[in-house]
């Protein structure tokens, strides 16, 4: 079936396992490898062609985990000499794409964040379908009957099958992910204020965000409250708070806080990131807190400098 752009409808068609997706996606790795050299922290062929036995489209899933996007339209250049073209239409904020024909089989290669949810949950989703030969076998049995009552709307075939995904990684997938901050304070008009901020899923909390490969606790909370406010800070890393949540139901999340002081500087929020800074006194500030923990957080830094201010008037 054609579009009007010429382009082909692929339906959506299952094949019986076959060894050279093992082969074409060595064979990718090895492309990929020779292009990213030290910046692909990790290379795997995921989705379906990757689990020996099991039923798929003929399409082969390469995943290349790098440390952030900063560096990679760098290698654009080469990979198209080498076939494999970036497609930015498809690009999302947490994954780079690109395609290849290269093959006889489609070939994607998904570029992601290393220790980010998307590379964790390809990684875990696959390794689990290959070693838990009931989840494989319900897997198949699902994606058979998707694709003989979506045969022509692969976007159906897709989301049909992302409920389960989500069960696997729920129930069978044990999926961690860490982040440091700081709770960011300055005195001003002798008072202690704080810094809070509103971030992207609308909720205020501290400055901080995901460690990046290779990265110490105290680099990533000095570079995510850059990133987030612009401002250079001080850390005190006497002062450590952790808590733990689940995002999605799936990832096991932990957020340790230092505390920071500043005494120059204008806070600025990071664009698309952050959508409100605030300095506050420490009631306003707690006001403004959306979850318990982060309080909990707030009372231990008060505590902690209220008692530091105590020692240094003594
Ligand atoms: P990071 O800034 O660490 O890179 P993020 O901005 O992607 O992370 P989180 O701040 O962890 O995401 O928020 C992810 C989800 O978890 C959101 O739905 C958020 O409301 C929820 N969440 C955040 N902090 C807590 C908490 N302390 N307790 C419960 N849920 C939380």
């Not at 979506?150 to 976007?155: A, I, L, S, V």
């Not at 099958?161 to 001003?188: H, N, P, Q, Y």
């Not at 929020?269 to 306003?284: D, H, N, S, T």
């Given at each position: 079936?054609?579009?009007?752009?010429?382009?082909?409808?692929?339906?959506?068609?299952?094949?019986?396992?076959?060894?050279?997706?093992?082969?074409?996606?060595?064979?990718?790795?090895?492309?990929?490898?020779?292009?990213?050299?030290?910046?692909?922290?990790d290379?795997r062929?995921i989705g379906s062609?990757a689990v020996?036995?099991?039923?798929?489209?003929?399409?082969?899933d390469?995943a290349?985990a790098?440390?952030?996007?900063?560096?990679?339209?760098?290698?654009?250049?080469?990979?198209?000499?080498?076939?494999?073209?970036?497609?930015?239409?498809?690009?999302s904020e947490n994954r780079?794409?690109?395609?290849?024909?290269?093959?006889?089989?489609?070939?994607?290669?998904h570029?992601v964040i290393h220790g980010k949810t998307l590379w964790n949950s390809y990684v875990a989703f696959c390794d689990c379908l290959k070693k838990d030969?009931e989840v494989r076998?319900k897997y198949?049995?699902l994606k058979?009957?998707?694709?003989?009552?979506?045969?022509?709307?692969?976007?159906?075939?897709s989301s049909g099958k992302s409920e389960f995904v989500r069960r696997v990684l729920r129930t069978k997938c044990d999926i961690k992910e860490r982040s440091?901050?700081?709770?960011?304070?300055?005195?001003?008009?002798?008072?202690?204020?704080?810094?809070?901020?509103?971030n992207r899923s609308g909720h205020?909390?501290?400055?901080k965000g995901h460690m990046?490969?290779?990265?110490?606790?105290?680099?990533?909370?000095?570079?995510?409250?850059?990133?987030?406010?612009?401002?250079?800070?001080?850390?005190?890393?006497?002062?450590?708070?952790e808590y733990r949540y689940l995002v999605d139901g799936y990832i096991h999340k932990s957020t340790l806080?230092?505390?920071?002081?500043?005494?120059?500087?204008?806070?600025?929020?990071?664009?698309?990131?952050?959508?409100?800074?605030?300095?506050?006194?420490?009631?306003?500030?707690?006001?403004?807190?959306?979850y318990?923990q982060?309080?909990?957080?707030?009372?231990?830094?008060?505590?902690?400098?209220?008692?530091?201010?105590?020692?240094?008037?003594?």
């Amino acid at each position: 079936m054609e579009f009007a752009s010429g382009q082909k409808k692929e339906s959506v068609r299952l094949q019986p396992y076959n060894p050279e997706w093992a082969n074409i996606g060595e064979l990718v790795k090895k492309d990929m490898q020779s292009v990213f050299l030290q910046t692909a922290i990790d290379i795997r062929h995921i989705g379906s062609t990757a689990v020996p036995g099991l039923k798929a489209r003929p399409i082969i899933d390469i995943a290349v985990a790098v440390r952030d996007f900063k560096n990679i339209p760098q290698f654009y250049g080469t990979l198209d000499e080498l076939g494999y073209h970036h497609k930015p239409e498809s690009d999302s904020e947490n994954r780079i794409f690109l395609y290849s024909q290269k093959s006889k089989f489609n070939i994607y290669v998904h570029i992601v964040i290393h220790g980010k949810t998307l590379w964790n949950s390809y990684v875990a989703f696959c390794d689990c379908l290959k070693k838990d030969k009931e989840v494989r076998r319900k897997y198949e049995e699902l994606k058979e009957s998707l694709a003989s009552r979506y045969t022509f709307d692969r976007r159906a075939y897709s989301s049909g099958k992302s409920e389960f995904v989500r069960r696997v990684l729920r129930t069978k997938c044990d999926i961690k992910e860490r982040s440091c901050g700081a709770v960011v304070w300055r005195m001003r008009g002798g008072r202690r204020h704080y810094i809070i901020i509103k971030n992207r899923s609308g909720h205020n909390g501290f400055p901080k965000g995901h460690m990046e490969y290779g990265e110490s606790e105290e680099e990533t909370a000095e570079r995510e409250i850059l990133e987030e406010t612009s401002l250079k800070v001080t850390l005190d890393t006497s002062f450590r708070s952790e808590y733990r949540y689940l995002v999605d139901g799936y990832i096991h999340k932990s957020t340790l806080y230092f505390l920071a002081n500043y005494s120059e500087g204008t806070f600025r929020p990071q664009k698309g990131e952050v959508y409100g800074i605030w300095l506050l006194p420490y009631e306003e500030a707690y006001e403004q807190l959306d979850y318990e923990q982060d309080r909990r957080v707030l009372r231990l830094a008060e505590k902690r400098l209220a008692h530091d201010e105590a020692e240094k008037k003594r």
